[in-house]
């Protein structure tokens, strides 16, 4: 059955997890690629990444920007790509599409560090907070932008073969933080039953506070009591960036500590996406059931997902295409 990549849901990547796991546990099998829509083509990969611990082959997302009747057409390419750097055996869950306008490389990208960062340009994926892995040309070559063992992580190295666990929690939400934002919502969350909740804050990690120093009180619009409150309901809640590239830090300014008394777990200078955040805790609520245990899941680099080190020319060399 055909579907939309933006109407993907859990029990989707699920059983994509569970196609990939029976694919690579077969030793006449040397990797797996995967055609996806570009819409959330990360996110699928991000979920594979978390779904199945110690994965020991490539697994490759390719998708396309232009649709075949078209001139411009870049799937084909990708999926060439892909077939020349699926013969490297390099193990992990990479995106790999266009890495300029031209038909000249592609950009292999870890799955949990790519993002679409344009609509329609046919190279919009891009490594954030990250650089690629390599470049793959259309002759063949290619072109490592990473050191070979800079990319066997240390979290996969504990498993000598590959272990599916797929199940989730449907009760995660991610909340976009930004001025005269109602915090009210997150009381309809507690109501609900919602687990955990991913807070999308501006910059640093930061939510409208609003504390009122003469009073040493939080003004009726403060995200703060609503935070503490759900916190208090047993609700585990993940600060991370609007901003894409950079770290949340509560060490700048006060607002993110006074989040983080709120009972906020902010997992500081963490560079965790949004989105990838989202995909980890789902999981990290149904694999484990004390909240001890789910955040030291969360604060693990488990598939790339968090940098060890903040890579300052990142930032340039990502966008410098588009």
């Given amino acids: 059955v055909m579907k939309g990549s933006e109407d993907m849901t859990f029990n989707d990547w699920s059983l994509i997890s569970n196609e990939v796991f029976k694919a690579i546990s077969d030793q006449n099998i040397d990797g797996v690629i995967i055609t996806h829509g570009t819409d959330t083509l990360s996110l699928t990969g991000s979920a594979i990444s978390f779904m199945i611990e110690g994965i020991n082959k490539s697994v490759l997302l390719i998708g396309a920007q232009k649709s ?8 084909s390419m990708n999926l060439i790509c892909a077939s020349y750097f699926i013969k490297e055996k390099i193990p992990g869950v990479f995106t790999v599409m266009h890495g300029s306008m031209d038909d000249d490389f592609c950009y292999v990208i870890r799955s949990t560090k790519s ?18 892995i390599a470049k793959v040309y259309k002759n063949g070559k290619i072109e490592y ?5 800079e990319l066997i992580l240390e979290y996969q190295k504990q498993f000598e073969k590959p272990v599916l666990k797929n199940k989730f929690s449907k009760k995660v939400e991610i909340i976009k933080a930004y001025p005269s934002s109602n915090p009210e919502v997150i009381d309809w969350y ?7 909740l991913i807070i999308e804050g501006t910059a640093l990690g930061h939510v409208p506070t609003l504390y009122n120093e003469k009073e040493d009180s939080y003004e009726k619009e ?6 503490k409150k759900a916190v ?7 600060m991370t960036s609007q901003s894409v590239f950079g770290r949340v830090n509560s060490k700048v300014y006060a607002n993110l500590r006074y989040a983080k008394n709120a009972g906020v777990n902010y997992l500081d200078s963490h560079d965790m996406l949004c989105e990838v955040a989202y995909i980890k805790l789902s999981l990290a609520l149904e694999r484990f059931k004390e ?3 789910i955040l030291e899941y969360m604060k693990t680099n488990v598939s790339g997902e968090i940098s060890t080190k903040e890579l300052t020319d990142t930032f340039e060399s990502s966008l410098k295409n588009l």
């Fill in 68 to 75: 075949p009747d078209r001139a411009s057409f870049d799937g």
């Fill in 115 to 132: 993002k679409k960062m344009h609509t329609s340009r046919r190279d919009s994926f891009r490594a954030i907070n990250d650089k690629p």
């Fill in 145 to 149: 932008l990473k050191e070979k063992k």
């Fill in 190 to 196: 507690i109501e609900k039953g919602y687990k955990g």
């Fill in 222 to 227: 403060s995200w703060i009591p609503y935070i």
């Fill in 232 to 238: 208090d309901k047993g609700l585990i809640i993940i």
């Fill in 291 to 293: 909240k001890e245990k």
